[in-house]
């Protein structure tokens, strides 16, 4: 096999990378997918922001969150807010929505520098459950059930709307995977693995360790929040019932099976969360299992899955990828590392 | 003050069921060093089992026993199929797959029983005693949740401080490697400390049905609650869940009863987090050295 050349610049290879997705993605909601498919493709690349967010803070820095579908409201419930009181600029009200959530993932991560694994991911866990009580609490502000309705752009001249938000959604996407993808090589993400691995350590070399914690639940808020603004974009409303701690849990579960620590891997796990109840729908529709059994059939399967993978396959599907991907290209010499990153959560490789 | 005394009664009834949850959370986090997250989902799926059989015409009392057998053997087998395979790995790994099994059995609850919540019977009357002239906020089955966890409490101490079997469970939690050489069976005993949690559990399942809305996801902000008792109480010692629940208890309480049922979650995750920045060990749990 010839040795593909990448540029040895990491900004730049992320770049040629994310500007010929694009492309492509260009080409291909403009001309061979649906609109409906077009919708899909916009709320996967919604999930994979999230998703990179979740991934950052899980593989890179070892904490677990439980509580990113809480983070998602707090993004959306600001962008509405800001839609619905100002007139704020479409870019100012997104990046205020991933400000206010990264401002929360302060509040919540600053305890949280104490806490361990699943110490942390109770507290998360409760914060998800915490925030929708209160969103109800004042239904003059924040709307009660009905929720607050959303304006997404207008689409200029003869754009297809549903193109023209999923092109919104893909681009944010894109984005955030470059930055995320720079981060993880840079300063930050170095001092992210080494609080990982060994917080003693870390402090000792002189890295102020909760500042790191912090700073990297800040990030994977502000991730959540822009996906939480995306995600109302798409349903032209945020309420209560569209973040509850199932989509928190699902988050979790769908970032492990695309492939903890990876950002290709958040693809796959976006293209799960949007495909995977439709494929179980039908499956159900295929076996006659009735509709009560159909509500709840991809809620079983994505549990049984997690729980596989997590004994079977830790990796997930990003690792299974790798290792088939060294096997075919017979590097038989880096399979050490491959072994390496089926290990567990913990992982921090940056594919 | 009479609103005063009987949000604090409503506490301590509601404090007792947050206790039995962190009671098996402590129980499992001593032998494995794991939370459960599934425990509360154990408790609600063997709660249905236990309607089921109601519902077949089985006595409450012989449902009760059955239910907790239930739970015992559930929860070893959760252990050995679940968390074994786990053991020595990353400490995140055991996290996520408690948090699948409880998405499944929420699942497989919801496909066969449907989401609408149902009515379950308790075993007293929950109408207010009567002191005097005064009806309280403490009824006949308050009462018995107050025993009934008091018993398992007491039950868990003397199993611990008082037996062999409890002497060689802390010491297989304490130091597995030593107490395995010195020809204890670890493995058995870490599946025992899963089995008396999956008992806890099930128990407070069968508490908190008759008051809450009964449907698969009833135990969800339990289990939180429960989690906030047990680090209260340092996630160690079985009186330390029994006092972290009350605590909890009493703070939700309070806060439900002044500001609004919507703000106890909020009012449990100020509670967590102040627990936390002050005493991050818990209350009850001794400092402990780290190793470099």
Request: charged content about 10%; glycine content about 14%.
């Amino acid at each position: 096999m010839p040795h593909i050349k990448l540029p040895s610049q990491p900004l730049i290879r992320h770049l040629g990378v994310a500007v010929l997705a694009g492309v492509v993605l260009y080409f291909l909601t403009n001309n061979v997918f649906s609109t409906y498919d077009d919708s899909q493709v916009g709320e996967i690349a919604t999930y994979v922001v999230v998703l990179a967010g979740l991934s950052l803070l899980t593989g890179l820095n070892g904490q677990i969150s439980l509580g990113h579908g809480g983070f998602m409201a707090v993004g959306g419930y600001t962008m509405a807010l800001l839609m619905n009181h100002t007139q704020a600029n479409f870019l100012l009200e997104l990046l205020a929505a991933a400000g206010m959530a990264a401002l929360m993932g302060v509040v919540i991560g600053l305890p949280a520098t104490r806490l361990k694994g699943p110490y942390l991911a109770g507290m998360t866990l409760l914060f998800a459950l915490a925030l929708p009580p209160i969103a109800d609490k004042w239904p003059a502000t924040f709307g009660g059930d009905q929720g607050l309705a959303v304006n997404a752009p207008t689409a200029p001249g003869s754009v297809n709307p549903e193109e023209w938000l999923a092109w919104i959604q893909i681009l944010a996407a894109l984005i955030v995977l470059v930055l995320v993808a720079n981060l993880i090589r840079s300063r930050f993400g170095r001092a992210f693995r080494a609080v990982r691995d060994d917080e003693i350590a870390t402090s000792l070399a002189g890295i102020h360790v909760a500042r790191t914690k912090v700073t990297a639940f800040a990030i994977s808020a502000a991730c959540a929040g822009l996906g939480g603004a995306l995600f109302g974009l798409s349903s032209f409303a945020v309420n209560t019932g569209d973040f509850p701690v199932t989509l928190s849990i699902r988050l979790l579960a769908a970032m492990v099976l695309g492939g903890t620590g990876t950002l290709t891997g958040m693809i796959w796990g976006g293209i799960l969360l949007v495909y995977l109840p439709q494929w179980s729908t039908s499956l159900s529709g295929h076996f006659n299992l009735g509709s009560g059994v159909s509500a709840y059939l991809s809620t079983i399967i994505f549990g049984a899955v997690l729980i596989v993978a997590m004994i079977a396959a830790p990796a997930g599907i990003q690792g299974g990828l790798r290792w088939v991907w060294l096997h075919l290209v017979g590097r038989v010499s880096t399979l050490g590392r491959g072994r390496q990153v089926a290990k567990g959560v913990s992982q921090g490789s940056t594919s | 003050m009479s609103l005063f005394f009987n949000y604090t009664l409503n506490g301590v009834a509601n404090g007792m069921i947050f206790a039995a949850l962190a009671l098996s959370l402590v129980l499992i986090f001593r032998a494995t060093r794991i939370i459960n997250f599934a425990q509360g989902a154990m408790g609600m799926m063997t709660t249905f089992i236990a309607s089921s059989l109601l519902n077949r015409g089985l006595g409450y009392w012989w449902m009760f026993v059955l239910i907790l057998v239930m739970g015992f053997v559930f929860g070893g087998v959760v252990e050995r199929v679940l968390i074994r395979p786990l053991q020595g790995k990353s400490e995140l790994n055991p996290v996520i797959v408690t948090i699948g099994l409880l998405v499944v059995l929420e699942g497989i609850a919801g496909a066969i029983y449907g989401n609408a919540s149902r009515g379950f019977p308790a075993a007293f009357s929950q109408s207010g005693l009567t002191v005097g002239k005064t009806k309280i906020a403490f009824s006949h089955f308050d009462v018995f949740i107050l025993v009934s966890v008091l018993m398992l409490m007491v039950a868990t101490l003397v199993l611990f401080r008082a037996t062999s079997l409890g002497l060689r469970m802390r010491a297989s939690a304490f130091a597995g490697e030593i107490a395995r050489l010195l020809g204890v069976r670890v493995g058995l005993l870490l599946t025992l400390g899963w089995a008396l949690a999956g008992v806890a559990g099930s128990l407070a399942g069968l508490l908190v049905a008759p008051t809450s809305s009964f449907g698969p996801y009833y135990m969800d902000l339990y289990l939180v609650y429960g989690f906030t008792a047990a680090v209260i109480g340092g996630l160690e010692s079985p009186v330390g869940a029994l006092i972290g629940g009350l605590i909890t208890g009493m703070s939700i309480s309070y806060v439900g009863g002044y500001l609004g049922t919507g703000f106890e979650p909020m009012g449990a995750l100020a509670l967590l987090i102040v627990a936390l920045m002050s005493r991050p060990e818990g209350l009850f749990s001794r400092p402990q050295a780290r190793r470099v």
